[in-house]
């Protein structure tokens, strides 16, 4: 029984999604292999070497796998697929852009979204925005699976000493082209990557709240900037702020929420988080129930009063 992980890299280094999937991998049993699919992508099969737990490192290189189109990766998957018993995605945009494809393609049904590893065949995962947890169990060869990265320590990114092989890579499907990226560049930590997360909601008010209170606290902390569906909704913070069932799964050491009524929505992507503060005003707001330390205040007087005390 084996277990192949498809790495998310930017063809130099592994992104660390890939290492909480890793995590999950050894959990099912078997050897765990990683697969790093890029252009120009040897620092990136050679960074998945040094993953703890890992025992090979399959690399096929080609131009149009530069930047993970899903149809390339996909054939590349079922290339080697019938050598698994589990194929293992991070729940990210990427892996659930492949896994579905990689799914139908072998006839299976998709395991979405895991948060624990039972057994080799039986896993947990979230359902009704996290409010119930359904125990799957697969009677399918190859198990298709997608991790929610939340909910598995990263394996440790050094120790390991796997071998790096080299396989052919699949022709162009020709399906699709790659023409541009617009990133968006931040001195902050990328939000689902940060280990202090501070998010504002809709009291804010405005645009020019959000920023006049909430920055000087990230600022503090060197955190990153978060926000509820609400504040987004009401144009307070960008969409890549957004954390919640359709905005980003977090779960930092630390997250505070400043003007957050902890909607079910809301709750769904942060509730894992190791620490939640919540500052709000209303006593009987739903974030007090998963807060761990909670301050009944006006966020407009709490938070300069927490900046200054910091």
Same mark, same amino acid.
């Given at each position: 029984?084996?277990?192949?992980?498809?790495?998310?890299?930017?063809?130099?280094?592994?992104?660390?999604?890939?290492?909480?999937?890793?995590?999950?991998?050894?959990?099912?049993?078997?050897?765990?292999?990683?697969?790093?699919?890029?252009?120009? %992508?040897?620092?990136?099969?050679?960074? %998945?070497?040094?993953?703890?737990?890992?025992?090979?490192?399959?690399?096929?290189?080609?131009?149009?796998?530069?930047?993970?189109?899903?149809?390339?990766?996909?054939?590349?998957?079922?290339?080697?697929?019938?050598?698994?018993?589990?194929?293992?995605? &991070?729940?990210?945009?990427?892996?659930?852009?492949?896994? &579905?494809?990689?799914?139908?393609?072998?006839?299976?049904?998709?395991?979405?979204?895991?948060?624990?590893?039972?057994?080799?065949?039986?896993?947990?995962?979230?359902?009704?925005?996290?409010?119930?947890?359904?125990?799957?169990?697969?009677?399918?060869?190859?198990?298709?699976?997608?991790?929610?990265?939340?909910?598995?320590? &990263?394996?440790?990114?050094?120790?390991?000493?796997?071998?790096?092989?080299?396989?052919?890579?699949?022709?162009?499907?020709?399906?699709?082209?790659?023409?541009?990226?617009?990133?968006?560049?931040?001195?902050? &930590?990328?939000?689902?990557?940060?280990?202090?997360?501070?998010?504002?909601?809709?009291?804010?008010?405005?645009?020019?709240?959000?920023?006049?209170?909430?920055? #000087?606290?990230?600022?503090?902390?060197?955190?990153?900037?978060?926000?509820?569906?609400?504040?987004?909704?009401?144009?307070?913070?960008?969409?890549?702020?957004?954390?919640?069932?359709?905005?980003?799964?977090?779960?930092?050491?630390?997250?505070?929420?400043?003007?957050?009524?902890?909607?079910?929505?809301?709750?769904?992507?942060?509730?894992?988080?190791?620490?939640?503060?919540?500052?709000?005003?209303? #006593?009987?707001?739903?974030?007090?129930?998963?807060?761990?330390?909670?301050?009944?205040?006006?966020?407009?007087?709490?938070? #300069?009063?927490?900046?200054?005390?910091?």
């Amino acid at each position: 029984m084996t277990a192949l992980v498809i790495a998310e890299h930017d063809n130099a280094s592994i992104k660390g999604a890939t290492l909480n999937t890793v995590a999950a991998a050894a959990q099912c049993g078997g050897d765990v292999h990683v697969l790093i699919a890029g252009h120009n %992508a040897a620092g990136a099969a050679a960074a %998945a070497a040094q993953i703890a737990g890992v025992s090979k490192v399959i690399h096929a290189d080609a131009e149009y796998l530069a930047h993970g189109l899903a149809e390339n990766m996909a054939a590349q998957v079922l290339a080697i697929a019938s050598n698994y018993s589990h194929i293992l995605f &991070p729940a990210t945009a990427s892996g659930k852009n492949i896994a &579905p494809r990689v799914a139908a393609k072998l006839d299976v049904g998709q395991i979405s979204d895991i948060t624990k590893v039972i057994a080799a065949d039986t896993f947990e995962r979230p359902i009704y925005a996290g409010n119930a947890i359904a125990t799957v169990q697969s009677t399918d060869g190859t198990k298709v699976i997608t991790v929610r990265t939340t909910g598995f320590d &990263p394996a440790a990114a050094t120790g390991g000493s796997a071998a790096v092989e080299t396989a052919a890579a699949q022709a162009d499907s020709g399906k699709s082209s790659f023409l541009g990226s617009e990133i968006a560049t931040s001195d902050r &930590p990328e939000l689902t990557a940060a280990k202090i997360i501070v998010s504002g909601g809709r009291a804010l008010g405005s645009a020019e709240k959000f920023n006049e209170v909430m920055t #000087p606290l990230a600022d503090k902390l060197g955190a990153a900037l978060g926000a509820s569906r609400a504040a987004v909704d009401a144009g307070y913070a960008p969409n890549d702020w957004q954390v919640g069932q359709t905005g980003k799964i977090v779960a930092p050491q630390l997250y505070v929420a400043c003007g957050i009524s902890g909607a079910i929505q809301h709750l769904a992507g942060m509730k894992d988080s190791k620490v939640i503060v919540a500052i709000n005003k209303d #006593p009987e707001a739903p974030i007090f129930s998963v807060a761990d330390y909670g301050l009944e205040a006006d966020l407009f007087t709490a938070v #300069p009063e927490l900046i200054k005390a910091l």
